[in-house]
C-alpha cells in the first residue's frame, strides 16, 4: 500500500468552477501536510502547507485535513486555465523523517 | 538568488559512461532529497540526507547509483556506467527542519539523457 495516494486524474473542470483534489495517508503519525503545484516540464512549487485539523485558507486556495479519516484536500475556487498542472500532495511524521510524495493529479481547466 | 541550485541543467551522456549532479540547497538548511522524475512520471525518492544522521538510501534503484553531502551542505548524486533508463530530470530539494517536517524547495532539476 502507498503511503500518500492520490487518484491520477485527469481531473477536468470549467473555468469559474471549484476544484477539488484530494489525498489519503496511511501513517497516523504524519502530522505535517502540503500541497505542491507543477506545470509541465517544471520543478514543483508549493501552494499550502496544512499542520492541524480543519481548514487553512489562503486566496483561492483551502486546504483541509481530516486526521481521524487520514484525508487531506485542496479546493481551488474560480478555477482558471493556469491552474491546470499536476498538483502534488506531500506528507510527513516530523522527527526527522522524510516527507513522502503521492503520485499526482492531474488539473484541467477548461475554457 | 538564494534558491536551490542545480547543475548542469542539461546533460547528454553515452550508455556506460559515469555522471556526476551537483546540487547546493538553500543556505542553513539541513534536510535535502534527491528525487528523480521520468516524463509524465511521479516524484521517484532516491536519497534523503538530515543533519550529521546516516543517510536514508532506500530509494537508490541499484548500487550504480550513490550520493554525497559534504559539509552538511552540497551534495552530489553519482551514476555510474549509466543506462538509457537512467535519462530523467534529476530534482533535488531541501528544507530547514527547523521542527517536524518543514516545506521543501526544489531545485530547476537537471535533465539527463543518455544515449
Known amino acids: 500500500q502507498k503511503e500518500v495516494e492520490q487518484n491520477s486524474g485527469p481531473l477536468s473542470v470549467p473555468e469559474g468552477a471549484i476544484a477539488s483534489l484530494n489525498c489519503t495517508y496511511s501513517?497516523?503519525?504524519?502530522?505535517?501536510f502540503f500541497w505542491y503545484r507543477q506545470y509541465s516540464g517544471k520543478s514543483p512549487e508549493l501552494i499550502m502547507f496544512?499542520?492541524?485539523?480543519g481548514d487553512k485558507e489562503d486566496g483561492r486556495f483551502t486546504a483541509q485535513l481530516n486526521k481521524a479519516s487520514q484525508y487531506v484536500s485542496l479546493l481551488i475556487r474560480d478555477s482558471q486555465p493556469s491552474d491546470s498542472a499536476t498538483y502534488l500532495c506531500?506528507?510527513?511524521?516530523?522527527?526527522?523523517?522524510?516527507?513522502?510524495f503521492g503520485t499526482g493529479t492531474q488539473l484541467k481547466v477548461e475554457l | 538568488g538564494a534558491g536551490v541550485s542545480q547543475s548542469p541543467s542539461n546533460k547528454v551522456t553515452e550508455k556506460g559512461k559515469d555522471v556526476e549532479l551537483r546540487c547546493d540547497p538553500i543556505?542553513?538548511?539541513?534536510?535535502l532529497y534527491w528525487y528523480r522524475q521520468s516524463l509524465g512520471q511521479g516524484l521517484e525518492f532516491l536519497i534523503y540526507?538530515?543533519?550529521?544522521?546516516?543517510?536514508?538510501k532506500s530509494g537508490l534503484p541499484s548500487d550504480r547509483f550513490s550520493a554525497e553531502r559534504t559539509g552538511g551542505s552540497v551534495s552530489t548524486l553519482t551514476i555510474q556506467r549509466t543506462q538509457q533508463e537512467d535519462s530523467a530530470v534529476y530534482l533535488c530539494?531541501?528544507?530547514?527542519?527547523?521542527?517536524?517536517?518543514?516545506?521543501?524547495?526544489f531545485g530547476n532539476g537537471t535533465r539527463l539523457t543518455v544515449t
Open positions: 530539494a531541501s528544507s530547514s527542519m527547523v521542527q517536524g517536517n518543514s516545506p521543501l524547495h
Open positions: 501513517d497516523r503519525g504524519s502530522q505535517s
Open positions: 496544512i499542520y492541524s485539523n
Open positions: 506531500a506528507g510527513g511524521t516530523g522527527g526527522g523523517n522524510k516527507l513522502t
Open positions: 543556505s542553513g538548511h539541513t534536510a
Open positions: 540526507f538530515q543533519g550529521n544522521s546516516a543517510p536514508d
